[in-house]
């Protein structure tokens, strides 16, 4: 069980906007701000796409943006690409600094 | 250009040792933390470990602890993760990852390396 919880999976048709949820479960992790995003497609290494909550890295499309509510950190894509189907998963520290993952969602363009 | 180059996929017997290569370039490799992260087939990511290849400290998730050990070759700008005591479970893609920012760790992690697989069978 990850101290971030995410949803398994979501789905939008191109052009639509999508939101994926990080919710960290734990107080242990909950308190940090260095939440990043990252994007797998099959069979490939995945790819950091947000950092720092919302940075997004050069070479990275402005289409995906990041932003933190409490608890809860958010990933959105908006006018969603067929390219863009593919896990997404979040991820922050511990208090002492160690590493987590949250469980990956998959996205599905329709 | 910023590249991390794995060593080739592994087959493992149960109770073995395996010991996996991650060959930096294209940056100061003794400026940046250095991740571990592994992924069981159809699961998600894991993260193992860190270690700072200035003076080679390392941080290792708890469920690692005893079993796993990271090193590094500041001459070859290369770092190493060895897994003892390999069980099934252990069957999965590893890589290692740079963290984004010189001089600290956030768990940013910028670039992965490709990836190396390895089985665990008996």
């Known amino acids: 069980q990850s101290a971030l919880t995410q949803p398994a999976s979501v789905s939008g048709s191109p052009g639509q906007s999508i939101t994926i949820s990080c919710t960290a479960t734990?107080?242990?992790?909950?308190?940090?701000?260095?939440v990043s995003w990252y994007q797998q497609h099959p069979g490939k290494a995945p790819k950091l796409m947000i950092y720092?909550?919302?940075n997004r890295p050069s070479g990275v499309s402005n289409r995906f943006s990041g932003s933190k509510s409490g608890n809860t950190a958010s990933l959105t894509i908006s006018g969603l690409q067929a390219e863009d189907e593919a896990d997404y998963y979040c991820?922050?520290?511990?208090?002492?600094?160690?590493?987590?993952f949250g469980g990956g969602t998959k996205l599905t363009v329709l | 250009q910023v590249q991390l180059v794995q060593s080739g996929a592994e087959v493992k017997k149960p109770g073995a040792s395996m010991k996996i290569s991650c060959k930096a370039s294209?940056?100061?490799?003794?400026?940046?933390?250095m991740h571990w992260v592994r992924q069981a087939p159809g699961q998600g990511l894991e993260w193992m470990g860190i270690?700072?290849?200035?003076?080679?400290?390392?941080c290792y998730a708890q469920k690692f602890q005893g079993r796993v050990t990271m090193t590094r070759d500041t001459s070859t700008s290369t770092v190493y993760m060895e897994l003892s005591s390999l069980k099934s479970e252990d069957t999965a893609v590893y890589y290692c990852?740079?963290?984004?920012?010189?001089?600290?760790?956030?768990?940013?992690?910028?670039?992965w390396g490709q990836g190396t697989l390895v089985s665990v069978s008996s």
């Open positions: 990852a740079r963290d984004r920012v010189a001089g600290r760790s956030y768990n940013w992690f910028d670039p």
């Open positions: 294209g940056f100061t490799f003794t400026n940046y933390y």
């Open positions: 270690i700072n290849p200035t003076g080679g400290r390392t």
């Open positions: 734990s107080s242990d992790v909950g308190g940090y701000n260095y």
């Open positions: 720092d909550v919302s």
């Open positions: 991820s922050s520290n511990t208090s002492n600094s160690t590493g987590v």
